[in-house]
């Protein structure tokens, strides 16, 4: 039996510890097209601004393909899956057999297809290689100004590491504020004045319409507002797709990402995908987590399936972390929404209530009880005896239904 998997993110390292709980002797190969073996992509933003090393960046030990017999293959890009023949043909001509396979290719930067994108002087912020030619383009052109285009996670760890920089960062959000998807209102400003106070400008409801060059590189950028901004270097930043390129021409089916069931197996037997590049998914890593852990067991067998996955987002910025889960910003008027809000502290905490059950919730500042929520979401737990006690400080697991407390200890069934 020999398992090949393509991509070395989380999902692939998680399938391959649920493999080797239970088969330790069988060929595991990963394919990789990037040269490092493995490091935490949310960590890149902490490697622009100096704050880590390379050596610091990654997630496992160094050692972890060896213990867990693994063969790689790094700086080799799959470019075609040959199903009839079970192999996978890589960008120098070898072929590499399987018996099963995983995808974990993840996903791909959105690029906006606008005037003047294809200049010198303008990056994504997904990898360590972006970092690399981030840090060596600021070097070269002594950059000063950076226009950041998206306000999402990645934007604004991108935005944070610049400021690091010294540099002058102006965002641009085609939204009325800063991480939408996730934040309301409320919590989204908590975050916009700390970043204002850190010199960072930020434009909303509002995108770019043209880049200008000057001797092919990045000088100018002219919004669709009228506005215009100088910029010596410009990050994107407007969200990622699922890499699909490398089953497009094959029959396994896809939509937005490759179509899988809730085991993470697609419609050709013997090939699974997780991780950003799968759908249905939410493109975060725990859930691309979750997801390659659960590939892994499928792989070999084991029969699992992903339940309940709550949507989830956690950053810290500026010195302040945050935690947000579920639906957020509901528009059902039928829910119940319970705040707490201290302006001098930076705390904000909201829970989004629907039916008596936990449907969302934002922290910022504190978020020592979000562990709780995310469980009472997940179970289904009906909150009613206990909401009174949601938002106090001292809230804790003691305040939940005996039974609950049992199911958590024991896994015995409880009735929700």
């Not at 998680?14 to 060929?27: G, L, M, P, Q, Y």
């Not at 073996?37 to 880590?52: E, Q």
């Not at 950041?148 to 009325?176: N, Q, Y």
């Not at 919590?187 to 995108?207: H, M, V, Y």
């Amino acid at each position: 039996m020999k398992y090949v998997i393509i991509g070395n993110s989380i999902a692939a390292t998680n399938a391959i510890k649920s493999i080797r709980e239970f088969d330790k002797e069988n060929k595991i190969i990963l394919i990789s097209d990037e040269e490092y073996i493995n490091y935490s992509r949310p960590l890149i933003s902490y490697l622009l601004a100096k704050k880590i090393t390379k050596e610091k960046i990654n997630y496992l030990s160094t050692d972890f393909y060896e213990k867990n017999k693994v063969d790689l293959i790094l700086k080799k890009k799959a470019v075609k899956i040959l199903i009839n023949e079970k192999s996978i043909l890589l960008n120098d001509n070898t072929k590499i057999n399987y018996d099963k396979l995983l995808l974990t290719t993840g996903g791909t930067p959105i690029i906006p297809q606008i005037k003047g994108i294809n200049t010198n002087g303008i990056f994504n912020f997904t990898k360590i290689s972006d970092v690399e030619k981030i840090e060596k383009y600021i070097k070269e052109n002594n950059v000063k100004k950076v226009s950041v285009i998206g306000a999402g996670l990645i934007g604004l760890k991108a935005t944070e590491a610049l400021l690091e920089l010294k540099l002058k960062v102006t965002i641009i959000e085609l939204s009325d504020r800063i991480l939408a998807s996730t934040l309301d209102k409320k919590a989204s400003a908590i975050f916009e004045n700390e970043l204002r106070k850190n010199g960072c400008e930020i434009i909303t409801n509002t995108t770019v319409k043209e880049i200008i060059t000057e001797n092919n590189k990045v000088k100018e950028l002219s919004l669709i507002n009228g506005t215009r901004k100088k910029t010596d270097m410009i990050i994107i930043a407007i969200g990622v797709k699922p890499n699909i390129e490398l089953v497009k021409e094959t029959e396994i089916k896809i939509n937005r990402g490759i179509l899988v069931n809730s085991k993470m197996e697609t419609n050709i037997e013997n090939i699974y995908a997780a991780g950003d590049c799968a759908e249905p998914t939410i493109a975060i890593w725990p859930v691309a987590a979750q997801q390659g852990k659960i590939a892994g067991y499928n792989i070999i067998g084991q029969n699992r399936e992903i339940k309940n996955i709550v949507p989830m987002n956690s950053v810290e910025l500026c010195g302040i972390p945050s935690i947000s889960a579920g639906n957020t910003v509901p528009n059902n008027s039928d829910c119940e929404i319970l705040v707490l809000y201290n302006e001098e502290k930076k705390i904000y905490k909201k829970i989004i209530i629907q039916n008596n059950r936990i449907i969302g919730f934002i922290m910022i500042g504190n978020i020592s009880r979000a562990g709780i929520y995310t469980m009472l979401i997940t179970d289904k737990i009906n909150i009613n005896e206990f909401k009174d006690s949601l938002l106090n400080e001292n809230f804790g697991l003691i305040n939940l239904p005996k039974e609950f407390r049992k199911h958590l200890v024991t896994g015995a069934g409880i009735e929700v």
